[in-house]
């Protein structure tokens, strides 16, 4: 039997991401052709969630088995940014280049003080 910690972490991931694209449990169910009941119940880290039934929630969750098994991102987790960048000007990309930058020096300065 999985250890509940990880199940409940999984359970965690999957949850959030549901609520990302607005997704109810009921929807996500029916799109997997399970009940409710299941979602709810791997949601909660009650129980694991079985190879075929974890493939069908990553294609409708739009994320990576990596990433509910694990935390881990990829590419593909987030694509929806990436299609969305595609639409804007150069000009914006841009701003949204630098903002990123600027997070990303941030939490490395963040790291930096809390590793002293």
Do not use: F, H, W
């Amino acid at each position: 039997m999985a250890d509940k910690s990880i199940l409940k972490e999984i359970g965690l991931r999957i949850s959030k991401q549901r609520k990302i694209l607005n997704l109810t449990q009921e929807q996500v169910a029916e799109n997997m052709n399970v009940s409710t009941q299941m979602i709810s119940n791997v949601e909660l880290g009650k129980k694991a969630i079985r190879p075929e039934n974890l493939i069908n929630l990553c294609n409708v969750l739009e994320v990576t088995s990596d990433y509910i098994l694990t935390g881990k991102k990829s590419p593909m987790d987030v694509r929806s940014i990436t299609d969305k960048l595609l639409l804007l000007p150069d000009e914006d990309i841009k701003i949204i280049e630098d903002l990123i930058d600027y997070i990303l020096q941030k939490n490395e300065c963040l790291k930096t003080k809390s590793s002293k």
